[in-house]
């Protein structure tokens, strides 16, 4: 790099530095056009940025002479700029605009004062480089600050939402907790939320999660694996919802408010088995359409002693026929007795259906007449999984 002598470069300085007012109009109405907000920090800081701007330009003078581009903190400086940028909300593509708009005016002033002090050819065009080199790297650093803030921000705001997924799924959660875990998150706090349950190693259903919109929250406690929608009650909201969701093998919980959505959670995951045991086939399965049998299904095995329990008189029948006498019982209470409707259901004559009746009856005797213990045989009888293929 051609240096240029220190009378020179003392010439330029003086040179510039009157210059410097007519420099801050300029750029001032050049960003006016651009990035006005910029412009109206100049001017209402002008004291403060024309001092920074003698400082900058003293700086980029002096490089040519002393070679050094990359002073102690001197990065560090812009790169805080950067951060500075995304912290305020503002855009990267300004800032830069402003060092571009700033550097473009500068070297016509510059350039006209280097003419004035009748600096050498080869002297103006290492200064030009040295110029247009600095801009380049100050742009560089704050354009690194800006994407690391916004990494550092972005994850920092995951852990945050983590952390509020954590505690909605607990037990012990508190409207005042959540909504605090809410704003350290950056989460508007609906209303309503349900969860949304997919296979761990179902790819259709990650391929959903990843549709849904902003406001949901990824749940990632293995072996869950799901998010946390915001739940409207419009039927819009649910038919969107059932269109993201199809083909998904997806389970959707209840609607709750955002500290009970353990509970939501609970019940998901109920009805999530039992669509595993072919129990519930809706594509997807929303929890408020089938509480009955999340219900009756929360305790297997209350179930199923219930159902040896009512149905014990079966068992003095032949084992061919065991099965078809249930589909019997479970047709006549599901029809109230009503013989043509159980003959149609079951494929059968009449007749047929006439002579399990009347074992039916001898099985059961009198019980059959008894209220209660239809009630339980109903129970029993009605949520049975279907046989499999």
Do not use: C
């Not at 002598?5 to 420099?23: I, K, M, N, T, Y």
């Amino acid at each position: 790099m051609t240096e240029i002598s220190a009378p020179s470069l003392d010439a330029l300085s003086a040179a510039v530095g009157r210059r410097v007012p007519e420099l801050m109009v300029e750029v001032r109405d050049a960003l006016d056009a651009r990035v006005p907000d910029y412009a109206q920090f100049l001017s209402e800081h002008e004291q403060e940025v024309t001092a920074g701007v003698r400082a900058v330009l003293g700086r980029i003078i002096s490089l040519t002479h002393d070679g050094s581009i990359d002073r102690p903190g001197e990065r560090e400086f812009f790169e805080n700029l950067g951060r500075s940028q995304w912290r305020q909300g503002a855009h990267l593509p300004d800032l830069l605009a402003v060092y571009q708009i700033g550097v473009r005016v500068f070297w016509h002033h510059v350039s006209a004062a280097a003419l004035e002090v009748e600096l050498a050819p080869d002297a103006l065009a290492a200064l030009a480089e040295t110029v247009f080199f600095f801009v380049d790297q100050l742009s560089s650093a704050s354009a690194h600050g800006y994407v690391l803030e916004q990494e550092e921000a972005g994850a920092l705001r995951e852990r945050h939402r983590e952390e509020l997924v954590d505690l909605m799924l607990s037990e012990s959660s508190d409207p005042a907790a959540v909504r605090a875990a809410a704003r350290r998150a950056d989460w508007p706090v609906p209303e309503k939320v349900s969860v949304v349950l997919v296979e761990p190693d179902d790819a259709s259903g990650r391929r959903a999660l990843s549709r849904l919109d902003a406001r949901s929250l990824p749940i990632r406690r293995p072996p869950l694996v799901g998010a946390v929608v915001p739940n409207g009650s419009r039927s819009a909201e649910r038919a969107a919802l059932t269109g993201l969701l199809r083909g998904a093998h997806a389970t959707v919980g209840a609607a709750v408010p955002p500290e009970h959505l353990a509970r939501s959670l609970h019940l998901a995951e109920i009805a999530a088995r039992l669509t595993k045991e072919h129990l519930l086939s809706d594509d997807p399965v929303f929890v408020a359409d089938h509480l009955d049998a999340i219900i009756v299904h929360r305790d297997r095995r209350l179930l199923d002693a219930l159902g040896n329990q009512v149905l014990a008189p079966l068992d003095a029948s032949a084992p061919s026929s065991r099965e078809r006498l249930r589909e019997t019982l479970r047709s006549w209470l599901r029809h109230m007795g009503d013989r043509r409707s159980m003959a149609e259901e079951l494929h059968v004559h009449p007749q047929t259906v006439r002579y399990r009746m009347g074992r039916l009856h001898e099985l059961f005797g009198d019980s059959l007449d008894d209220p209660e213990v239809r009630a339980r045989l109903m129970l029993a009888l009605s949520w049975v999984a279907p046989p499999r293929e």
